[in-house]
């Protein structure tokens, strides 16, 4: 896969990361366009959308700028993003004691889902990002509004995906009730998924694209309903997942908890409710809650 960097993007990184490695300190336009060698054509242009968009400041007497507001709320939001997290470490540490397995915290941050942290065993690294399209990001809305999913939904996939709409949204309404998502995958098409994820559409060529579609299962087909468990039969599971909250009852993470082998539907039940009973103490010490229902009720 072949990285596409966007050279004007990369000047406002520039740009921004200059102020920050010094500190705040303010620099006028011709400071600026020599120390980071672009023309002051170019470095006006960025400094004036960035000082429209609050991210700088221009003082109107000396015409030096410094770093603005906006970048205080967004330092706010990252800051509580990232320190979700770290409350989530502990009861991740937790469940990885008590079945030895590999636990994660994952959200989207920007428009990728991104593992923010990961206990236990295997091979899943912090920072690891995956792009957020079908048929990768479903547990990342399951819990959100139905204006989320129905976006998510409509984002165009990573493969073409011909989908039971029907029984993709029973199994929202399922995972809402349970609480906890149980996904089955086969050792193939795990490796098929974490290989689709973080690919773009266009990045594959149509034979491959159109053969991949057809080797993907539909998203709902992978994940157990109710009437799919039996307590005494043992099935194939891949993860299980569970939503945390933030302080407005949006879903804001996901917690998850590898399995990777066949269970019975006791004991998916029993580690379901262990893995709920980790989210929903992250959503309590963070200052989050449940969302509630129209009539009032917890969802």
Known sequence: M??????????????LDFFVEHGGKRFGLSELARALELTKPTCLGI?????????????PDTHVYGLGPALIAA????????????????????LTARYRTTCTASAIVGEQIMVLESTGPGTVKVGAAYRFAPPVGLMYVL???DAAFDTWLATP?????????????QVVDECRTRGFLVEATTTASHRLYALLAGVADHDLPSELRELVGELVTSLGERVYLGSDLRPRKEHPVSLLAAPTYGGDGSQNMVLTMYVGASITGAEIARRGA??????????VSSGGHKPLTSDGNVF
């Open 157 to 169: 996939p990573v493969v073409p995906l011909q989908q039971d709409e029907a029984r993709l949204r």
């Open 75 to 94: 330092g706010r939001v990252a800051q509580d993003s990232f320190a979700i997290s770290a409350l989530a470490r502990a009861e991740l540490e937790k």
């Open 47 to 59: 400094l004036t959308e960035l000082t429209a968009g609050g991210y700088l400041v221009r003082d």
């Open 2 to 15: 072949v990285n596409r960097r966007s050279a004007p993007t990369a000047r406002v990184v520039q740009i």
């Open 143 to 145: 819990w959100d509004t």
């Open 274 to 283: 262990a893995l709920v009973a980790a989210a929903d103490a992250v959503t």
